[in-house]
């Protein structure tokens, strides 16, 4: 992406990959050529996520095996974080736990009660291979970690526990993208 840019500006959407695709669980392979092609994935995954009304998408929700993903996300100070990360690393996460509101792409119009930290780091790449380490707090810590979860092949239903995975597992089997 050039500097300057406005990311997904010259992108197009690409269909969104589903709960229960195996894409989604199983972990992403690490990118290995960066170029012209990885530049162009970055921003089709930005105008999929724009047009999606989402704060971040990571690659296997459109259907590529590869770790890399996207943001557009505010904090709870409201200051919007806008960037992309290739192979990155949940490298810190911090503060105290925090149950919130959580939904995913993948699983559209679901949303449950997920525990995250309130504070996170993680480093990796941008599409030329320059390091780059994001720092998030608040609701972008949550984006963060998410993000970094669907490249490990998880998605927040994996987090909960009890009553609300038990909800939220009869809600995707009744959703018509569950079937």
Not at 1 to 27: E, Q
Not at 80 to 88: E, K, L, S
Not at 95 to 100: A, E, H, S, T
Not at 146 to 152: F, I, S
Request: hydrophobic share 35%.
């Amino acid at each position: 992406m050039r500097h300057g840019s406005i990311p997904g500006a010259r992108g197009r959407v690409l269909p969104m990959t589903l709960f229960g695709d195996p894409v989604l669980h199983a972990p992403c392979e690490e990118v290995t050529e960066f170029g012209s092609e990885l530049e162009r994935l970055v921003e089709d995954m930005f105008a999929t996520m724009y047009d999606a009304r989402g704060v971040g998408l990571a690659a296997n929700q459109v259907g590529r095996n590869v770790r890399v993903f996207v943001y557009d996300c505010p904090d709870d100070e409201d200051v919007r974080h806008v960037g992309h990360v290739v192979n990155p690393r949940l490298v810190s996460v911090e503060g105290i736990v925090l149950r919130g509101p959580e939904g995913c792409l993948s699983l559209p119009g679901l949303e449950a009660g997920t525990e995250r930290y309130d504070e996170a780091v993680v480093e990796g790449f941008t599409v030329d291979g320059d390091r780059v380490r994001v720092r998030g707090s608040g609701f972008f810590a949550r984006c963060l970690q998410h993000e970094c979860d669907h490249l490990e092949g998880r998605v927040y239903v994996d987090r909960l526990s009890g009553w609300r995975r038990s909800w939220v597992r009869r809600k995707i089997a009744k959703a018509p993208w569950g079937r």
